[in-house]
Every structure is written in structure tokens, then in C-alpha cells.
């Protein structure tokens, strides 16, 4: 164990941000309620009073803010209009970013010892999100969209693998989020199910991807990326519950995300969803083959009874070749593009500005029109060149690495243990194999980064306290 240090008392209660930030807080409340009657705004003064007691609660509990984005961003990111545009800015801008500075805050004028971790993945991560930006200021034509979408697509996915990195969420806090992800589930396969049998019920912004399925979420790839993260976050739960009928239902939600995911009619997330099941197969065998069983006796019967038209219409997507050839002539322009300019690419968010100079027929394959590359790791290497790439990959790479290295030493169940640890990696591995698939880096939703840092976040968390300054611990701290 490392060693700990006794903290001076009075030193502590000064400077702890727990004590003082509640005062400035009410201060600046207080300030804020008189200038809003002073202006006769005075129905502003409920929400103000409101948001005071909510404040409090996030500084007691900051794990809230997770869960609080989890539970409101996927639902309402695609909505038009104003009232979600400002949940957009209070959830996604200030909510994250405000709670990693308190955060960061909290630990830089605290008296234990380790209470910023801060290593090399976390390093590159610092390099990384430096060096977007001077692409950026660099390269970029315009700018200051550019900065826009590296704030909602870098920043907040980076703020929230740091709250992760600084909080170290236990198992009573992943059980919390089991109700968000049951939830979740239920209503992304809810509103994909009504938007392909009933699509008179749903808002027009939830019904952009004609012939696909995609939730609240606009396409496909960020959907099923999304729906393997709340299973697999519910599937620990589910094998630790030890009542059967609470064990039955969570495990009958997340069969519900793996059709789901069958259900989006994409490639791309047919194969993340197979990489998934052979990671689950390798971890539990006989239970999930017995599973599979089950699983395919109700596919074929549904498909037979129920889901004629929707069984054909995915074996016409699996034997498609206009889709194909169209990805083929984007592979190439966008490694065309980024064979140009391999160093440091063109300029953050200018792959679409450059690519049609690079579009061609491909053989006896003819374009039609110019797409953006529907490849994540394309666009980041068409635009930041390999120094990006590089940098990008290196946070995952070395996590990955320090994992493998200590599978003999954790526990072998539990949301401590081995199996959730892979179980977040392949979260990790399916949307990066849906991002193969669809470009989830250049899109305007950021939710499928959030979720690719935050279970990042949360194999950090779980890894890093079996080492110090790189070095593997005789015990964990």
C-alpha cells in the first residue's frame, strides 16, 4: 500500500473546495437573484433557487454528473430547437468541463498523496488535444467552428475520461448506473422499433437514416455503440444479482441491446456486435453458448412469424454492393488525401473541404457523389496526419497494454475484476469497429467519443492502481 500522510486539520478546511465553494456559490447566487429582480426577470428566480441545492449535490457526489449526462445527452442531442440547445450547453458543455475543474481543483489543493493521477497515457491525451489545436489555429479554414467542434469533440470526451481518472468509480457507483443503462436501453430499442413500424409517432429528428434504426441518435454507428455500452454495463449486474427474477430481467435487456443492434440493418454495427459476442463467449462459454441457443431459437421464430420483410431487407444489406463500391471510392480518395499531406494532414475538420480533388472512378467503379471518408481513423489521419494518428492511439495502446499485464493478479468477478475489465474493452473494440464503418470523429453528435473515453475512463480507473510511475505494484494500491 502507499504510503499515506496525516493532513494538517485546519490547513485542510481552508483550502478544501468542498467548504469554501458552496459560500461563493450562495454569494454569486445571491448577486445573480437580485440583478434578475432588479430587471423584473423574476420567473428566472425558481430555477436559480433551484439550481443552488443541485450544486450542492454535485460537490458531495460529482460521480452525478456521469450519470446525469448519460442519462439526458443521448435522448436529447439530436433535438431541434431552443429549450434543448440550452440542456446542450448545460449538460454537455458546462456540466462535464465544470465538474473535471472541480475536480482537478480539489485534488491540486488536497493533502494526500496520489490524488492526481496523471501517467503517461494521460500524457499523450494533454499532447494530443495541444497539438488538435495548433492544427487547428495551424490549418483550419474557418477557425472558429473548428475550435467549436474540438471543444464539443475533444474536450468534453477528454473532461470526461479525466472525471473517471480522478474519481476511480467503485462498485457501488457502477451499480447506480445499471437503472440508467436499463432505462436507456429500453427506450433507444423502444423509439428504433417504433421508427421502423410506427413512424407517424416519432419527431422528424429521430427519423434522419431512412432504412436504418437508430434511436434518439441519428445513425447507426453512434446507436449501437451506445446500446453495447449500456449492456455491457448491465451484464456485471445481472450475473452479480442474486434474485432471479432481477437477474432474468436485466439479462432479458441486454438481449433487447444486441437485437437492437442487429435491428440497425448496418454492417458496420453487425460487426461490432460479433466482435462483442466472441469476446463474451471467450469470457463466460457455457453460459453464453446456452444463451446463443435461446437467442437463435427466438430469431428464427420471430423472423419467420413476426419479421419477414425486416429478415429480407437485412439479407439485402449483407449482399449489397452499391453500398460497397461507394465505401471502396471513399477509401481511396480519403487515402489519396491523406497520402498528400502524411505528416500533419490538412487541417482539423478540413476533409471534406479537400476530398473531392481526390475523388475518382475506382476501377469500373464509377462515383456518384463525394461522402465524407466513413472511417474514423481515415479522417484523423487525412487531417492531423500521423502525428495525430499516433498521439491518438497511444492513451488506448499503453491501457491496453498495462491490462494484459495484470489479468493474473484481479479479481476474477465483480466490477473489480477481470471479466468487466474486458467487457469495457469491448465496448472499446466495438466502437472503434463502428467507427470503421461510419466517421464518428467529424460528425456534429459527439456522443459516441464521450462513450469511447468515458469506458477508457473506466479501464483506467480499474488499471491504475496495480502500478506506479509506470511500474507494476506487488499489490494493488
Same mark, same amino acid.
Given at each position: 500500500?502507499?504510503?499515506?500522510?496525516?493532513?494538517?486539520?485546519?490547513?485542510?478546511?481552508?483550502?478544501?473546495?468542498?467548504?469554501?465553494?458552496?459560500?461563493?456559490?450562495?454569494?454569486?447566487?445571491?448577486?445573480?437573484?437580485?440583478?434578475?429582480?432588479?430587471?423584473?426577470?423574476?420567473?428566472?428566480?425558481?430555477?436559480?433557487?433551484?439550481?443552488?441545492?443541485?450544486?450542492?449535490?454535485?460537490?458531495?457526489?460529482? @460521480?452525478?454528473?456521469?450519470? =446525469?449526462?448519460?442519462? $439526458?445527452?443521448?435522448?436529447?442531442?439530436?433535438?431541434? #430547437? /431552443?429549450? %434543448?440547445? *440550452?440542456?446542450?450547453?448545460?449538460?454537455?458543455?458546462?456540466?462535464?468541463?465544470?465538474?473535471?475543474?472541480?475536480?482537478?481543483?480539489?485534488?491540486?489543493?488536497?493533502?494526500?498523496?496520489?490524488?492526481?493521477?496523471?501517467?503517461?497515457?494521460?500524457?499523450?491525451?494533454?499532447?494530443?488535444?495541444?497539438?488538435?489545436?495548433?492544427?487547428?489555429?495551424?490549418?483550419?479554414?474557418?477557425?472558429?467552428?473548428?475550435?467549436?467542434?474540438?471543444?464539443?469533440?475533444?474536450?468534453?470526451?477528454?473532461?470526461?475520461?479525466?472525471?473517471?481518472?480522478?474519481?476511480?468509480?467503485?462498485?457501488?457507483?457502477?451499480?447506480?448506473?445499471?437503472?440508467?443503462? @436499463?432505462?436507456?436501453?429500453? =427506450?433507444?430499442?423502444? $423509439?428504433?422499433?417504433?421508427?421502423?413500424?410506427?413512424? #407517424? /409517432?416519432? %419527431?422528424? *429528428?429521430?427519423?434522419?437514416?431512412?432504412?436504418?434504426?437508430?434511436?434518439?441518435?441519428?445513425?447507426?454507428?453512434?446507436?449501437?455503440?451506445?446500446?453495447?455500452?449500456?449492456?455491457?454495463?448491465?451484464?456485471?449486474?445481472?450475473?452479480?444479482?442474486?434474485?432471479?427474477?432481477?437477474?432474468?430481467?436485466?439479462?432479458?435487456?441486454?438481449?433487447?441491446?444486441?437485437?437492437?443492434?442487429?435491428?440497425?440493418?448496418?454492417?458496420?454495427?453487425?460487426?461490432?456486435?460479433?466482435?462483442?459476442?466472441?469476446?463474451?463467449?471467450?469470457?463466460?462459454?457455457?453460459?453464453?453458448?446456452?444463451?446463443?441457443?435461446?437467442?437463435?431459437?427466438?430469431?428464427?421464430?420471430?423472423?419467420?412469424?413476426?419479421?419477414?420483410?425486416?429478415?429480407?431487407?437485412?439479407?439485402?444489406?449483407? #449482399?449489397?454492393?452499391?453500398?460497397?463500391?461507394?465505401?471502396?471510392?471513399?477509401?481511396?480518395?480519403?487515402?489519396?488525401?491523406?497520402?498528400?499531406?502524411?505528416?500533419?494532414?490538412?487541417?482539423?475538420?478540413?476533409?471534406?473541404?479537400?476530398?473531392?480533388?481526390?475523388?475518382?472512378?475506382?476501377?469500373?467503379?464509377?462515383?456518384?457523389?463525394?461522402?465524407?471518408?466513413?472511417?474514423?481513423?481515415?479522417?484523423?489521419?487525412?487531417?492531423?496526419?500521423?502525428?495525430?494518428?499516433?498521439?491518438?492511439?497511444?492513451?488506448?495502446?499503453?491501457?491496453?497494454?498495462?491490462?494484459?499485464?495484470?489479468?493474473?493478479?484481479?479479481?476474477?468477478?465483480?466490477?473489480?475484476?477481470?471479466?468487466?475489465?474486458?467487457?469495457?474493452?469491448?465496448?472499446?473494440?466495438?466502437?472503434?469497429?463502428?467507427?470503421?464503418?461510419?466517421?464518428?470523429?467529424?460528425?456534429?453528435?459527439?456522443?459516441?467519443?464521450?462513450?469511447?473515453?468515458?469506458?477508457?475512463?473506466?479501464?483506467?480507473?480499474?488499471?491504475?492502481?496495480?502500478?506506479?510511475?509506470?511500474?507494476?505494484?506487488?499489490?494493488?494500491?
Amino acid at each position: 500500500m502507499p504510503e499515506q500522510t496525516i493532513p494538517n486539520t485546519s490547513s485542510q478546511s481552508l483550502l478544501a473546495l468542498d467548504n469554501w465553494l458552496p459560500i461563493v456559490g450562495g454569494i454569486a447566487a445571491g448577486i445573480g437573484a437580485a440583478a434578475l429582480m432588479a430587471g423584473e426577470n423574476w420567473y428566472l428566480f425558481a430555477p436559480l433557487l433551484l439550481a443552488i441545492p443541485a450544486a450542492l449535490l454535485f460537490i458531495r457526489y460529482p @460521480f452525478l454528473a456521469v450519470m =446525469v449526462w448519460m442519462l $439526458v445527452f443521448p435522448f436529447m442531442v439530436e433535438m431541434h #430547437g /431552443v429549450g %434543448p440547445r *440550452y440542456i446542450y450547453w448545460l449538460v454537455h458543455r458546462a456540466l462535464i468541463p465544470g465538474t473535471f475543474i472541480f475536480l482537478f481543483l480539489r485534488g491540486l489543493f488536497s493533502q494526500r498523496r496520489r490524488s492526481l493521477p496523471f501517467g503517461l497515457p494521460d500524457l499523450f491525451i494533454v499532447l494530443f488535444f495541444l497539438y488538435v489545436l495548433a492544427n487547428a489555429f495551424l490549418l483550419s479554414r474557418p477557425r472558429i467552428p473548428s475550435f467549436v467542434h474540438i471543444y464539443d469533440r475533444f474536450l468534453v470526451p477528454f473532461c470526461m475520461y479525466g472525471i473517471l481518472r480522478l474519481l476511480a468509480p467503485g462498485r457501488a457507483d457502477m451499480l447506480r448506473l445499471a437503472p440508467i443503462a @436499463f432505462v436507456s436501453l429500453a =427506450v433507444q430499442c423502444g $423509439v428504433s422499433f417504433l421508427s421502423w413500424f410506427r413512424p #407517424g /409517432v416519432l %419527431p422528424a *429528428y429521430w427519423l434522419t437514416n431512412p432504412g436504418r434504426t437508430t434511436g434518439t441518435l441519428g445513425t447507426p454507428a453512434i446507436y449501437t455503440g451506445v446500446l453495447m455500452v449500456f449492456a455491457l454495463l448491465l451484464l456485471p449486474a445481472a450475473l452479480e444479482s442474486k434474485k432471479w427474477w432481477l437477474r432474468g430481467l436485466l439479462l432479458t435487456s441486454v438481449f433487447l441491446g444486441f437485437f437492437g443492434v442487429f435491428f440497425s440493418f448496418s454492417r458496420g454495427s453487425w460487426v461490432g456486435g460479433v466482435i462483442v459476442l466472441i469476446g463474451l463467449l471467450r469470457l463466460y462459454p457455457s453460459k453464453m453458448l446456452r444463451a446463443a441457443v435461446v437467442v437463435a431459437i427466438v430469431m428464427v421464430l420471430a423472423g419467420s412469424l413476426f419479421l419477414q420483410e425486416e429478415m429480407n431487407w437485412a439479407s439485402e444489406r449483407l #449482399g449489397s454492393q452499391k453500398t460497397a463500391e461507394g465505401r471502396i471510392i471513399n477509401f481511396v480518395a480519403g487515402s489519396s488525401l491523406a497520402a498528400a499531406r502524411p505528416i500533419f494532414g490538412w487541417g482539423y475538420d478540413n476533409y471534406n473541404l479537400n476530398v473531392a480533388r481526390y475523388t475518382q472512378n475506382v476501377g469500373s467503379i464509377w462515383y456518384e457523389k463525394i461522402h465524407s471518408s466513413h472511417n474514423s481513423t481515415l479522417t484523423i489521419l487525412a487531417e492531423l496526419g500521423l502525428v495525430g494518428l499516433v498521439l491518438s492511439a497511444l492513451p488506448a495502446l499503453i491501457w491496453l497494454h498495462r491490462s494484459l499485464k495484470i489479468r493474473r493478479q484481479m479479481p476474477q468477478q465483480g466490477f473489480e475484476g477481470w471479466p468487466f475489465l474486458v467487457m469495457l474493452w469491448l465496448c472499446v473494440l466495438n466502437l472503434f469497429a463502428v467507427s470503421s464503418f461510419s466517421d464518428i470523429v467529424s460528425t456534429s453528435n459527439p456522443t459516441g467519443l464521450v462513450f469511447f473515453w468515458m469506458a477508457l475512463g473506466l479501464i483506467a480507473s480499474l488499471v491504475d492502481p496495480y502500478f506506479e510511475r509506470g511500474q507494476l505494484r506487488s499489490q494493488p494500491s
